[in-house]
Each structure stands twice: as structure tokens, then as C-alpha cells.
């Protein structure tokens, strides 16, 4: 079936530096693409999608960029802080605005 | 309005047990959505209603779980005769429907089967 799934399970990265996340997907009939923050004991929480037709978009922080040729998403998150730790999931919306949720990324701020 | 909260936020049952979930979505989502979620891994899509009517369900979602969102608000999950495999973090998230894609979840329930 279709997937989303992620290069590396843990990211190391000293505070201060610039962090990129990546995930492969495989739908290419996705609409959105969105990245996703989960910390220890709690709910995920949506930090920044992509439509399909868009190459990158910017936020406070991060940024998203969308490779189709290659189907690779990315998250740059700039200045990464000790609160960025957490786990990082690329999801892909099907019918229904569902999320199909990659294996997820371990971002590990060191002071 | 706090965001989505569940009930129980944890769980332990026997196997073979019957268990039953609460969501309360934010209150002017009309979606409202059931993620399974094991250790390591992202969450599982199960099922979403839009109001009241539940529009798609998981094939993960075998006849030992049901789910209901009566009156278009709450919504409850329910886990009959338990088994081991069922053990997960199980998560809501409400949004405000077509056309939006920022799901709010909440913090789950997590469920341990003995």
C-alpha cells in the first residue's frame, strides 16, 4: 500500500544549529503533506503543511520543502532550542483529510 | 475551549475485557478522527466521522471495535473481548472538515491488555 516514511530514526543536533528532518513518500496523489511535533506523553502537534503544488513554505523557524520528482519532504527547523525535542512525523493527507503517518524521527537537542 | 480531551487517559484491562474510550473534540470541529498509536511508531488511522455520520472505517478496525459519535460531538471507541495486541496509545483528533488540514489531537488513552 502507499507509505510515508522517514531516512533516519535519530537526529542529533547542538542547540543553536539548524536541524533537517527528512521522510519519503510514495502517494503521489497526495494533497497536502504535513510535518507533525510529538513529545513524550502527548498528542502530536501540527506545526506546518504543504499543498502538493508548492515547492516550500516558510513558518516561524521552519521551513518545509517538497521534492515530487525525487518524493521527499523535508523540515529545516533554524536555531533548534531544547524545546524542539521530540519526535517528528511527515503524514500525508488521503480522503477525508485522514493522515497516513511515517515511523517518525527522534530530534535530540544537545545542550 | 481546552482543545481535544480524552477519558481514561490510561487503561489496564484483562484480555477478554471490554473497554470503551471517550473524545471530546474542540467544539466547532465537525471532523473528528481515531488513531491507534504503538510504541515506535506513527499513528494508524482507524475511522472519522463528520458530525455524526461515520464516513470511512480502517481495515485495522475489526469487528471487536466500534466506534459512535451520537450527536455529532463526544465520540466513544469501544474494544470488545481484549486481546494483547490491542495494547497501544489510542488518539482523537477533531478538525474543522474539508478544506482544513490541522488535526488537534489529543493526549490519548493508553491501553495495556494483561
Known amino acids: 500500500g502507499e507509505s510515508v516514511g522517514l531516512h533516519l530514526p535519530t537526529l542529533s543536533v547542538q542547540e543553536g544549529d539548524n536541524s533537517i528532518i527528512n521522510c519519503a513518500y510514495s502517494n503521489s496523489a497526495s494533497d497536502y503533506f504535513i510535518w507533525y511535533k510529538q513529545e513524550s506523553g502527548k498528542g502530536p502537534q501540527f506545526i506546518i503543511d504543504?499543498?502538493?503544488?508548492?515547492d516550500k513554505r516558510q513558518g516561524q523557524r521552519v521551513t518545509v520543502l517538497l521534492n515530487k520528482t525525487v518524493k521527499h519532504l523535508s523540515l529545516q527547523i533554524a536555531a533548534t532550542q531544547p524545546g524542539d525535542s521530540a519526535v517528528y512525523f511527515c503524514?500525508?493527507?488521503?480522503?477525508?483529510?485522514?493522515?497516513?503517518f511515517g515511523t517518525g524521527t527522534q530530534l535530540k537537542v544537545e545542550l | 475551549d481546552t482543545g481535544v480531551s480524552q477519558d481514561p487517559r490510561h487503561k489496564i484491562t484483562k484480555r477478554g475485557q471490554n473497554v470503551t474510550f471517550r473524545c471530546d473534540p474542540i467544539s466547532e470541529h465537525n471532523r473528528l478522527y481515531w488513531y491507534r498509536q504503538t510504541l515506535g511508531q506513527g499513528p494508524e488511522f482507524l475511522t472519522y466521522f463528520q458530525n455524526e455520520a461515520q464516513l470511512e472505517k480502517s481495515r485495522l478496525l475489526s469487528d471487536r471495535f466500534s466506534a459512535e459519535r451520537p450527536k455529532g460531538s463526544f465520540s466513544t471507541l469501544e474494544i470488545q473481548r481484549t486481546e494483547q495486541g490491542d495494547s497501544a496509545m489510542y488518539l482523537c483528533?477533531?478538525?474543522?472538515?474539508?478544506?482544513?488540514?490541522?488535526?488537534?489531537f489529543g493526549q490519548g488513552t493508553r491501553l495495556t491488555v494483561v
Open positions: 503524514a500525508e493527507t488521503g480522503g477525508g483529510n485522514k493522515l497516513t
Open positions: 483528533a477533531s478538525s474543522l472538515g474539508q478544506g482544513s488540514t490541522e488535526a488537534f
Open positions: 504543504i499543498r502538493s503544488n508548492m
